[in-house]
T-cell receptor, first 112, second 116 residues
Framework: EAGVTQSPTHLIKTRGQQVTLRCSPI?????VYWYQQALGLGLQFLLW???????NRGNFPPRFSGRQFPNYSSELNVNALELEDSALYLC???????????FGQGTRLTVV | AQSVSQHNHHVILSEAASLELGCNYS??????LFWYVQYPGQHLQLLLK??????LVKGIKGFEAEFIKSKFSFNLRKPSVQWSDTAEYFC??????????????FGSGTRLSIRP
């Protein structure tokens, strides 16, 4: 069984640009969580999608947005990139039983 | 809103020493609690979880954690650490049951370094 997959693995963007990160959950999982892992700050909760709907979002500006598709895959969009957006972006999926979140390997975003 | 505090940012131990990593959470309702580990260059993976029942839970690789409801704590323990336990450890909390509050909130992590 394939795990959570994220693409791309690495990305370099310049300030002001826009970026889209992608996440494919484990087959059968309906929930997708997005986190930002910046150095020394742990995992900051960004967004939670379930059954195609945004269920909750963290304390991030509106330029962070996303969506979940009918096949439960998800995209995270970041507009007007800033230097401090440089971080590892992690996606996790969870099944309907909410027993365990499985993480992808992350997308390393560098903003220059 | 939920929050999680991990008080130790970096812990350095010698092999065979005992380990205890602190985790306190803030949330008014019933919770699910987790410890995740991130080995260098690897995905985050689940060490153990508490949903209900026996407050002492055992996980993989000899780790255990105790849920103390009165103290809002879920400390991670291991009686004898190995060099291979070098990793970053994250405590997490989730509101029990399904609601818009069922996001998973992580602490800032504790980096564990084991001296061989």
């Amino acid at each position: 069984e394939a795990g959570v997959t994220q693409s791309p693995t690495h990305l370099i963007k310049t300030r002001g640009q826009q970026v889209t990160l992608r996440c494919s959950p484990i087959s059968g999982h309906t929930s997708v969580y997005w986190y930002q892992q910046a150095l020394g700050l742990g995992l900051q909760f960004l967004l939670w999608y379930d059954e195609g709907e945004e269920r909750n979002r963290g304390n991030f500006p509106p330029r962070f947005s996303g969506r979940q598709f009918p096949n439960y895959s998800s995209e995270l969009n970041v507009n007007a990139l800033e230097l401090e957006d440089s971080a590892l972006y992690l996606c996790a999926s969870m099944g309907r039983g909410f027993l365990e979140a499985f993480f992808g390997q992350g997308t390393r975003l560098t903003v220059v | 809103a939920q929050s999680v505090s991990q008080h130790n940012h970096h812990v350095i131990l010698s092999e065979a020493a005992s380990l205890e990593l602190g985790c306190n959470y803030s949330y008014g309702g019933t919770v699910n609690l987790f410890w995740y580990v991130q080995y260098p260059g690897q995905h985050l993976q689940l060490l153990l979880k508490y949903f209900s029942g026996d407050p002492l839970v055992k996980g993989i690789k000899g780790f255990e954690a105790e849920f103390i409801k009165s103290k809002f704590s879920f400390n991670l323990r291991k009686p004898s650490v190995q060099w291979s336990d070098t990793a970053e450890y994250f405590c997490a909390v989730q509101s029990s049951g399904y609601s818009s509050a069922s996001k998973i909130i992580f602490g800032s992590g504790t980096r564990l370094s084991i001296r061989p």
